[in-house]
């Protein structure tokens, strides 16, 4: 019921916003809007402001919305009110109506960005767990304890790494973009862990790494990524949480609260550490998990178990699991802007996420990226649920990353996106003629091919995240 919830209000706030962009310069360029309607097909609910002649609805398929406007190419005219009519405003203003609602959504994403950036979110604290064993971060030189202060691509000033999430936005961005990130960090000290803490000491000097994201030629963002990079996520204490029955850690004793300190003759620091120890207990000849003796600590007493994995496959590789959640919270900052800094911060993220979005559409176009990284209706559903249920804070920024996406898809150059009709006023502006008719068809009909084309892969894409 939540996820249905988040997801029409996602709907109908991002749908009204756009519309309403569309809308308010219209009126402001003197064109009279006959109706404005959230959804198609039958209106379900009607409503006229006094002393106004449009007609707001609320129509029966919630997955869009339009505003229709007296324009001569759709139905006869009053002479009296052909200053009114859309077609016969200048260039300037019938662009500047098109280009509103992608605007519209690009500045509510500004807002959203900076409420949560004044509001402040409690976010993992930028420490490094042990990295993927051969992996780009361990050939760096990390080793997993390190708190990582500062960030910036090649060519690019440093700034400030206030959180994990920080951190993995920058490595997404460097690793679609075919990017190096230079990274700036205070090295591992001594690591105190209890029951219920796990603090990092950080001491010495700081240090300078380079990861070499432009090597990986990535295609798609998925965990694969980040085991290629290294950095799975955050420090955190090589705890035992829940404990499914049946599993490998149920048939060796294993209990919800249990701190693992050694597995074998190798000393466990860290949840992340754990997890990949325990993946790579899978031999390659015959792919059976081998039996490892593990010291715990349980209610301040030390005991040994024997764990004995049992064999999944990630993909087509196989790895050793063992039925129960590994690691625990990692600690936890809270990142919070003020009035300009946040405002800024926006401005920022907005600017990012569209250059990103438009580059990897851009890559998918040409084949360099992997076209499963397009969404459909059931994905921002499912994300839509799961943002809510962390809270207000995560749900404004699942709200801005689809206004963003919003805007920057229909500014793309297809006759049936407002991108289509700014390419149809670019020739007018160029020849100081409008296209014709047949060719104005022949665009629109394949445009709105090349749409649903991507409609039924984003689909698709869809029903295999959720099935797969």
């Given at each position: 019921m939540l996820t249905l919830l988040a997801f029409v209000v996602a709907l109908g706030l991002l749908i009204t916003i756009h519309e309403y962009g569309h809308y308010r310069v219209a009126v402001a360029c003197g064109v009279k809007v006959l109706k404005f309607s959230i959804g198609f097909g039958?209106?379900?609910?009607?409503?006229?402001?006094?002393?106004?002649p449009t007609e707001f609805s609320i129509s029966a398929l919630p997955l869009g919305g339009y505003v229709k406007m007296l324009d001569e190419r759709e139905g006869p005219v009053d002479e009296a009110e052909r200053h009114l009519a859309f077609n016969t405003k200048p260039l300037r203003s019938r662009a500047a109506v098109v280009v509103a609602g992608p605007i519209a959504n690009l500045l509510l994403a500004v807002l959203l960005y900076s409420v949560v950036n004044w509001g402040g979110m409690q976010e993992p604290k930028a420490v490094l767990a042990a990295p993927v064993p051969d992996s780009m971060a361990a050939r760096a030189g990390l080793v997993g304890g390190e708190r990582v202060t500062q960030a910036a691509f090649d060519g690019e000033a440093l700034e400030a790494i206030r959180s994990f999430t920080d951190l993995r936005w920058r490595l997404t961005q460097g690793a679609l973009t075919g990017q190096d990130l230079r990274l700036v960090v205070a090295p591992a000290g001594p690591v105190i862990q209890s029951h219920d803490r796990q603090e990092e000491t950080n001491q010495g000097p700081t240090k300078e790494l380079v990861l070499p994201l432009s090597q990986l030629?990535?295609?798609?963002?998925?965990?694969?990524?980040?085991?290629?990079?290294?950095l799975?996520?955050?420090?955190?204490?090589?705890?035992?949480?829940?404990?499914?029955?049946?599993?490998?850690?149920?048939?060796?004793?294993?209990?919800?609260?249990?701190v693992v300190r050694r597995m074998g003759d190798q000393r466990v620091t860290d949840g992340q550490q754990l997890r990949e120890m325990i993946r790579a207990t899978v031999t390659q000849v015959g792919q059976l998990a081998l039996p490892q003796a593990w010291q715990i600590e349980r209610a301040g007493q030390n005991l040994t178990l024997t764990v004995t994995p049992q064999v999944q496959l990630d993909g087509d590789v196989p790895v050793g699991k063992i039925g129960a959640y590994v690691g625990s919270a990692p600690a936890m900052v809270s990142v919070r802007y003020g009035l300009m800094d946040g405002f800024w911060g926006g401005i920022v993220k907005t600017w990012d996420?569209?250059?990103?979005?438009?580059?990897?559409m851009g890559k998918m176009l040409v084949g360099e990226a992997s076209l499963k990284n397009l969404s459909g209706p059931l994905t921002i559903a499912d994300y839509a649920g799961k943002s809510a249920t962390l809270g207000w804070a995560s749900y404004l920024m699942f709200l801005a990353l689809i206004s963003v996406s919003l805007g920057v898809l229909n500014l793309l150059p297809l006759p049936v996106l407002d991108g289509g009709h700014l390419m149809y006023y670019l020739w007018e502006a160029a020849t100081g003629r409008s296209i014709s008719e047949i060719w104005m068809e022949r665009l629109h009909r394949g445009g709105l091919a090349i749409l649903l084309m991507m409609m039924a892969i984003a689909l698709f894409n869809d029903l295999q995240r959720l099935l797969g």
């Open positions: 039958k209106p379900l609910y009607t409503w006229r402001c006094a002393g106004k030629n990535a295609t798609e963002v998925d965990a694969r990524l980040f085991r290629s990079v290294g799975m996520g955050p420090l955190t204490q090589p705890l035992v949480g829940e404990v499914m029955a049946g599993g490998a850690a149920a048939k060796a004793g294993l209990q919800a609260g249990d996420v569209s250059s990103l979005t438009l580059q990897m």
